[in-house]
């Protein structure tokens, strides 16, 4: 088994790791503090290819592998999560979805201005009663002549308020339940379409969560995303690389949390001597470590097992797993390092333990993932 990384790999870690240290980090507590949609790195994320990472060039996109995405990703997050999971939602639930389903007009309409950076996306699958229960959506699309008109109200849509293009889910035939769900491509400006109510979340401030409203929406016919009836099946291989674009945001958020963890470890004295000589703090560095590179392991297997283009729902689900909770725990034992100062919003670990617990929740909860992995484990 190789672990080492290709020279592009490589290259694209590094180019990252630059634009998060010299541009995204200095400005991430102002972000956070302000709930500022951060649209001039979004900009810069255009420009250096990182909103369309892995789409063909051909379609707008970078062409790169899901490995690249993942280490971008990472340090993209490791400086501002908010930064991170406009991202990821662009790239891995709405320029995924449409590489993969489009007809060549969609490609060229929809796929080159948002894998170039030009636009941005959101994805509209999560509704007030449908959450994990993806077939209890309500929202509907009836076919009128060459127009679907589209009603009902999406819930939790990160990017939502600033997205120009949303790929939607709602049902075409209720009674076939998961055969009959469809996907639509919407965008913003259609009569009908609004933005509704605007969360106030915990975390991840920067980043807009919002209702979509559709009341009675027309779109062109043509803006079905597949065929009818393939909703279900495009929702559930979006969610499969999804859940690697989150675990790469939940490792960033733990690595951030861990080297400010070993920098106020080494800079902090009581009892005449470092924290970082005293063997309780030593041990929680030691976990925290340990918990992270094992998480990473996990989704670098996923990305890998994607570019492959073998199953990897399983993989990706483990993935998620395992770097949201290491997130977490990581976050929690970073403001026990920090111990009062770890409190207070001087500090990036607030931040951080306030970001990771999405991480938990969104894509699938840590609940959704055990049970795709215990059914792949008990398959048979």
């Not at 592998?65 to 891995?92: F, K, P, Q, R, W």
């Amino acid at each position: 088994m190789d672990f080492n990384l290709s020279d592009e790999q490589r290259m694209i870690q590094e180019m990252a790791k630059n634009f998060a240290v010299k541009e995204v980090a200095p400005k991430a507590a102002e972000i956070d503090q302000n709930h500022r949609f951060p649209s001039e790195l979004v900009a810069k994320m255009g420009e250096l290819g990182l909103m369309g990472i892995m789409v063909d060039p051909a379609s707008g996109g970078a062409g790169m592998d899901t490995v690249c995405y993942v280490l971008a990703l990472e340090e993209i997050s490791a400086a501002c999560a908010s930064t991170g999971v406009i991202m990821s939602v662009n790239n891995s639930l709405v320029c995924d979805p449409v590489e993969r389903n489009s007809t060549p007009e969609q490609k060229e309409k929809f796929l080159k201005p948002l894998a170039s950076g030009a636009k941005l996306g959101c994805f509209g699958l999560t509704e007030p009663n449908a959450g994990s229960d993806v077939i209890g959506q309500r929202t509907r699309a009836v076919l009128d002549g060459n127009e679907w008109v589209l009603n009902g109200t999406k819930n939790f849509i990160t990017n939502g308020k600033e997205a120009d293009i949303a790929v939607v889910f709602a049902m075409t035939d209720a009674e076939k339940k998961h055969k009959g769900m469809s996907t639509f491509i919407v965008e913003k400006g259609t009569p009908g379409f609004s933005i509704g109510k605007v969360e106030d979340k915990l975390g991840i401030c920067g980043s807009s969560t919002t209702e979509l409203v559709f009341e009675d929406c027309r779109i062109p016919a043509e803006n079905i995303l597949g065929k009818e009836g393939d909703g279900f099946k495009i929702a559930m291989q979006t969610l499969d690389g999804g859940r690697i674009g989150i675990a790469s945001q939940a490792l960033g958020i733990a690595r951030a949390a861990l080297e400010a963890s070993k920098k106020h470890a080494r800079e902090r004295f009581q009892f005449g001597k470092p924290l970082a000589d005293i063997q309780a703090i030593q041990w929680m560095i030691a976990d925290m470590a340990t918990k992270l590179d094992c998480a990473r392991l996990l989704t670098l297997r996923a990305a890998f097992e994607k570019d492959q283009k073998v199953r990897f729902s399983r993989s990706s689900a483990m993935a998620k797993l395992a770097a949201a909770e290491a997130a977490m725990w990581i976050a929690t034992k970073a403001i026990q390092v920090h111990g009062g100062y770890g409190y207070t919003k001087e500090y990036p670990v607030e931040r951080n333990f306030r970001d990771a617990k999405i991480t938990e929740i969104y894509e699938g909860t840590n609940e959704v993932q055990r049970l795709v992995i215990a059914a792949a484990e008990l398959k048979g």
